[in-house]
């Protein structure tokens, strides 16, 4: 149906129509934007359901740690688990605790020293897999505006030509190309506004798991600072 037709129909113009219409290299863009898009909520959705997984698990593991249970018993329950987070965090550190005290370790800072790497080791690890995707959220958040600009940019071209062309001015001639044109755009800000949301929010969601990470990194790591010192006194 030409574009004449299409916007003098009844029905007026469907977004499929404006799409068919369209200039190749603006399908080629809007196809892209739309393929963003749902690999945008694609993400969105696994992180939501990732991080909750994430916080339950944390909670899980300090109640356990904080149950009494001594620490040799809890790290015979989990050294064959598949752990992340904190429970990974607290796996790595009496995993090096234990190699350091079988191999007649002798010096406190040195061992401190170790268990912290181990632990900071394991912190970036496990943030660095929180976090990940997380990027392509932000990256479609700010550049689909421009792409989907682009192929507006592209359209609108593309319709002065025809307009020159067929040298005819009427609403009816201008108005498709038009409304093609800014389809682009109109897809590009349906790609990017929920990439710009959902990546603020997960971000700073991924930011307080992490500290919480952290933070029960340090009070493992001073818990341990006292055990080593009774220990290790406690040989000479």
């Known amino acids: 149906m030409p574009a004449v037709e299409i916007a003098s129909s009844g029905s007026g113009a469907t977004l499929f129509a404006l799409f068919m219409q369209a200039n190749w290299v603006v399908k080629l ?3 892209g934007l739309l393929f963003a898009s749902v690999w945008c909520w694609a993400i969105i959705i696994d992180k ?3 991080f909750a997984a994430a916080r339950r698990a944390g909670k899980r593991f300090e109640e356990e740690f ?3 249970r001594s620490l040799e018993e809890l790290y015979r329950h989990l ?3 598949r752990t992340s987070g904190a429970a990974a965090v607290f796996v790595a550190a009496m995993r090096e605790w234990k ?4 191999k ?3 010096s406190p800072m040195g061992l401190q020293m170790r268990i912290e790497k181990a632990m900071d080791v394991v912190l970036v690890r496990e943030s660095g897999r929180l976090e990940s995707r997380l990027s392509f959220l932000a990256t479609i958040g700010s550049s689909a505006p421009f792409i989907g600009l682009f192929g507006t940019v592209i359209g609108i071209m593309s319709s002065f030509q025809s307009i020159a062309a067929s040298k005819n001015t ?3 001639v201008v108005a498709p190309g038009i409304a093609e044109a800014l389809l682009a755009t109109a897809i590009g800000l349906f790609a990017a506004i929920p990439a710009v949301m959902a990546y603020n929010r997960l971000a700073a969601t991924a930011g307080k798991i992490s500290a919480e990470w952290g933070n029960f990194a340090e009070e493992f790591s001073s818990i341990l600072s006292r055990q080593i010192d009774e220990r290790l006194g406690a040989h000479k």
């Open 29 to 31: 863009v809007m196809i």
């Open 99 to 102: 190699k350091s005290f079988e």
């Open 48 to 50: 939501a359901i990732a």
């Open 104 to 106: 007649g370790a002798r």
């Open 66 to 68: 904080w149950s009494g």
């Open 79 to 81: 050294e064959e688990r």
């Open 170 to 172: 009427s609403l009816a």
